[in-house]
């Protein structure tokens, strides 16, 4: 499927993100020559203070927000999701990756939908366009890291096809993997017991920093785990 854009020349541009990681992708795409202006925004209200209808593209980094009718209706949206498979299209898709076993995901460019049936609407829809490989294994500051690069390329890469971008179909499923709460990050001791050591570490390395950290508790206190490693037997 090909969705065209409204210009073969420049575009404007608003980039919304707020997370940290995703501020050095604003940096590593704001330069790109297809590019004659483009905005900064942190928050969904100071998305709409601009005048959305005046600008191309909306691109999102690391926001797991809904963007909400007013803006998808508006404006072409896209963003990058960090999974292949549609279960963990529903939050926190590097937490249940990990500690479903998955070392090796997708990194994709989405496009954004206004469907009111989709559970998942103003989210995104079943389209997507460049991907490449994300490798699950490392600890979380080496995953950011590589996502920050993965995000450049993907973003960059589009901007290149701009406006001649072909749209995959996203395989749809009927598994839904829960989006995990801060409340998930307490860690029941009994559970523990019934776990492999990889098990362990995949649990409490998905919840490294900047995620709610894994702890446990009990009548004395609090014990966060906030960096693990492993090392597998020989």
């Not at 496009?111 to 991907?131: G, I, Q, V």
């Amino acid at each position: 499927m090909r969705l065209v854009g409204r210009y073969e020349a420049k575009m404007k541009i608003i980039f919304l993100g707020k997370r940290e990681w995703a501020l050095k992708v604003y940096e590593g795409i704001r330069n790109h020559s297809k590019i004659s202006k483009i905005v900064l925004a942190k928050s969904h209200e100071q998305t709409l203070s601009y005048n959305i209808k005046d600008y191309d593209l909306l691109i999102t980094c690391g926001w797991s927000e809904e963007i909400g009718e007013e803006i998808a209706d508006n404006i072409m949206s896209i963003g990058v999701h960090c999974a292949e498979l549609d279960r963990y299209s529903y939050g926190t898709p590097i937490q249940l990756q990990i500690i479903d076993g998955i070392t090796i995901t997708k990194h994709r460019i989405f496009h954004f939908t206004n469907d009111p049936k989709s559970p998942r609407a103003h989210t995104h829809n079943r389209l997507f366009s460049h991907e490449i490989d994300l490798d699950l294994s490392g600890n979380m500051t080496e995953i950011l890291g590589q996502m920050i690069s993965t995000s450049i390329i993907l973003f960059n890469q589009y901007l290149d096809d701009y406006p001649n971008i072909e749209w995959k179909e996203w395989e749809e499923e009927e598994i839904v993997r829960k989006k995990r709460t801060p409340r998930d990050s307490k860690i029941d001791k009994n559970e523990l017991i019934t776990m492999s050591a990889k098990q362990i570490y995949n649990l409490f390395r998905c919840l490294e920093a900047p995620y709610p950290n894994a702890y446990i508790e009990d009548n004395t206190g609090k014990l966060f785990f906030k960096k693990v490693g492993f090392e597998k037997k020989k």
